[in-house]
C-alpha cells in the first residue's frame, strides 16, 4: 500500500520557517519525482515545487522562488520543503504527491501574526 505521510505544519509569525516532511512507503521511493502541492482557503491547487527521482533538478512556483527548497532522502525515504520568510499568503494545506498521482493527507500550515 502506497502512504505519503506529511509533518512538520503549524502556526508561525510572519518571517518565519518551517520544514515539512513527508514519509513515504509502499512503492520505490527513489525511482519517483516528487512534489509538493498546497491549497489555500478558498483557492485550487497549486504545485509549489517539484524534484526528480535523484534530487537532481527542482523547479519552484513564482510565488516561492527564493524562499522554498525542495529536497529529497531516499535513504530514508523522505521528501521535504524548506519554507522560509513565510507570509501569510503561504497559509495553505500542503499536500505531498507522486509522480505517480498518490496524495498524503496535507499539513496544515498558517502563517499570522
Known amino acids: 500500500e502506497v502512504r505519503l505521510v506529511e509533518s512538520g505544519g503549524g502556526l508561525v509569525q510572519p518571517g518565519g520557517s518551517l520544514r515539512l516532511s513527508c514519509a513515504a512507503s509502499?512503492?520505490?521511493?527513489?525511482?519517483?519525482?516528487m512534489a509538493w502541492v498546497r491549497q489555500a482557503p478558498g483557492k485550487g491547487l497549486e504545485l509549489v515545487s517539484f524534484t526528480n527521482s535523484d534530487g537532481s533538478s527542482t523547479s519552484y512556483a513564482d510565488s516561492v522562488k527564493g524562499r522554498f527548497t525542495i529536497s529529497r532522502d531516499n535513504a530514508k525515504k523522505t521528501l521535504f520543503l524548506q519554507m522560509n520568510s513565510l507570509k501569510p499568503e503561504d497559509t495553505a494545506v500542503y499536500y505531498c504527491?507522486?509522480?505517480?498521482?498518490?496524495w498524503g493527507q496535507g499539513t496544515q500550515v498558517t502563517v499570522s501574526s
Open positions: 504527491a507522486s509522480g505517480f498521482g498518490s
Open positions: 509502499g512503492f520505490t521511493f527513489r525511482d519517483n519525482s
